[in-house]
């Protein structure tokens, strides 16, 4: 689960700041923003998702954690 945990915490890093040379380009234009925008705006919901699952499968979470 600690593995799981890891992958999940480095995938938004990696998103964001590891894929910006690959996708550093205007064209093609999505939604009416250029790529490297586009990229950046999926980039806050995949961290939101990752966090989201990070959030669900800790153990730590719930009503049970005082315990």
Wanted: glycine residues 6%; charged residues 10%.
């Amino acid at each position: 689960m600690n593995i799981l945990k890891i992958i999940l915490t480095l995938i938004p890093f990696i998103w964001i700041v590891g894929m910006i040379p690959f996708v550093n380009r205007v064209h093609p234009i999505i939604m009416g923003l250029p790529f490297l925008a586009f990229w950046l705006v999926a980039g806050i919901f995949v961290a939101f998702t990752c966090l989201r699952i990070i959030y669900k499968i800790d153990s730590r979470n719930g009503s049970n954690s005082l315990e």
